[in-house]
């Protein structure tokens, strides 16, 4: 069996201070694991995925996720917020040779000004 | 770029009327996948087709049945609407890369909205 856990539901930052949301898994096997972001009225946009090559990974728009086995955890971070990164993101993870992938409940990221 | 198109972005109905969403994509993609969105609950998956003709259930697939006579279509279907499938759907593509399917990413639609009343 696999679970996602999505940490915070909600985190509210400044722009221009670090970003930091936190996801947990629990998995028998070897997992891959994703970050989406979802903007309001948009579909699911891949920001990054780990697929047990490096366990630092760098996606897109500033934004890396570090694979730590011995914690269960794939957070993600972004050193500096944008008023753009206001939106949901989700931690997802799949097990290898599987179609199947479980999503975390989300987390949704507003920016102040 | 992959495009994922559903052919509503909100669609109201009436309990027990028979829904049809449908989703196309545009890149040869053979899997493609019908999910449901919920506030607290992430997405779950209700059907997904690794190729013409072929299905498999997800995670929640009661209440609902899948068409996909063509490669580039796949069709959601809610026999007879009720007010518990009011939710987001959306539709995901991915083409199978032969390294392994837990890596292909899954490209999104934009969701359609359905209320049923």
């Known amino acids: 069996a696999q679970s996602v856990t999505q940490l915070d539901s909600h985190v509210s930052v400044s722009e221009g201070t670090p970003v930091l949301l936190r996801c947990n898994y629990s998995s028998s096997y070897s997992p891959s694991l994703f970050w989406y972001v979802q903007h309001p009225n948009k579909g699911l946009q891949l920001l990054l995925k780990y697929t047990s090559a490096a366990t630092l990974v760098k996606g897109i728009n500033g934004f890396e996720a570090e694979f730590k086995k011995s914690e269960t955890s794939f957070h993600l971070t972004k050193p500096s917020a944008h008023m753009s990164d206001a939106a949901e993101y989700f931690c997802?993870?799949?097990?290898?040779?599987?179609?199947?992938?479980?999503f975390g409940a989300g987390t949704t990221v507003t920016v102040r000004a | 770029d992959v495009k994922v198109t559903q052919s509503s972005r909100y669609l109201v109905k009436r309990t027990g009327e028979k829904v049809f969403l449908e989703c196309v994509q545009d890149m040869d993609h053979e899997n493609m996948f019908w999910y449901r969105q919920d506030p607290g609950l992430g997405l779950r998956l209700i059907y997904f087709s690794y190729d013409v003709k072929m299905k498999e259930k997800g995670d929640i697939p009661e209440g609902y049945s899948v068409s996909r006579e063509k490669k580039e279509r796949f069709s959601l279907i809610l026999e007879s609407a009720s007010t518990n499938q009011t939710s987001m759907y959306l539709c995901?593509?991915?083409?199978?890369?032969?390294?392994?399917?837990?890596?292909?990413?899954?490209?999104f639609g934009p969701g359609t909205r359905l209320t049923v009343l």
């Open positions: 997802v993870v799949s097990l290898f040779n599987d179609y199947k992938l479980s």
């Open positions: 995901a593509s991915s083409v199978s890369s032969g390294g392994g399917l837990s890596t292909d990413t899954q490209y």
